[in-house]
């Protein structure tokens, strides 16, 4: 049965505007972005088989453009679609970030990392460069790996420091893995970076692991800065 076959308060549009985001489910949420259904399937069956296929929305998310375009009733429109909204909410939640100190607003700057970072296929070290009110001037990947690990260099993150004119930063890699507990490594370089930079007078303000299905994991909460 097509959606617009069913009673009105029960299709997801409908339910949006009555009752406001929060009441949809996930793939009635996936519904409205798709906006129609394939033979056989409403919007909200075809939703619920790509939850399905996918495992989640943040899988779903980051899929790669063959994975998600050989899915029957996808294709390089849908995905071109999908991607301009991940785009969209990153670069609305990061022009939030920039006029705020990024310390008053810890949830956001997660928001925005997990939209970055999850679902990745491989380590990728990024740093957020903060001026001396720890307002953000500017995301920069600093270096990319392989499923488990990624290679920084101590002295390229300081000169990049020096060029950002920073007064503070935060960085955060992902566990494509899924392991979220950082590992020795991550704690030495850490450490190095925070002792380099503290030269500089800029501020190591904490380091981030980002996997998917949860929040992102604090150095700085769990004392390791």
């Known amino acids: 049965m097509a959606i617009t ?66 899915i029957r009733g996808m294709g390089d429109a849908k995905y071109a679609q999908l991607q301009a909204v991940l785009e969209m909410a990153r670069r609305a939640l ?43 001037i500017t995301y920069e990947e600093i270096s990319h790996g392989t499923l488990t690990q990624t290679p920084v260099y101590v002295r390229e993150v300081v000169k990049r420091a020096l060029f950002h004119n920073a007064g503070a930063v935060i960085f955060a890699h992902n566990h494509p893995s899924g392991l979220q507990e950082p590992s020795r490594a991550d704690e030495l370089l850490t450490r190095s970076l925070k002792e380099a930079l503290s030269l500089m007078e800029v501020k190591l303000l904490d380091h981030f692991i980002v996997i998917a299905g949860a929040p992102p994991y604090s150095f700085a909460e769990h004392g390791l800065l």
């Open 94 to 136: 990061s022009e939030d970030i920039k006029a705020r100190d990024v310390l008053t607003a810890p949830t956001m700057v997660c928001d925005w990392l997990r939209l970055t970072f999850s679902g990745l296929p491989h380590e990728v070290f990024g740093a957020l460069w903060l001026d001396t009110q720890n307002r953000l």
């Open 5 to 70: 076959d069913w009673p009105k308060n029960e299709r997801p549009r409908e339910r949006l505007l009555a009752l406001g985001v929060g009441a949809l489910s996930d793939a009635e949420l996936l519904a409205i972005f798709l906006r129609v259904g394939v033979t056989g399937q409403s919007a909200v069956d075809l939703a619920r088989s790509l939850l399905d296929e996918f495992g989640s929305l943040t899988s779903l998310f980051a899929a790669d453009r063959p994975r998600f375009s050989k």
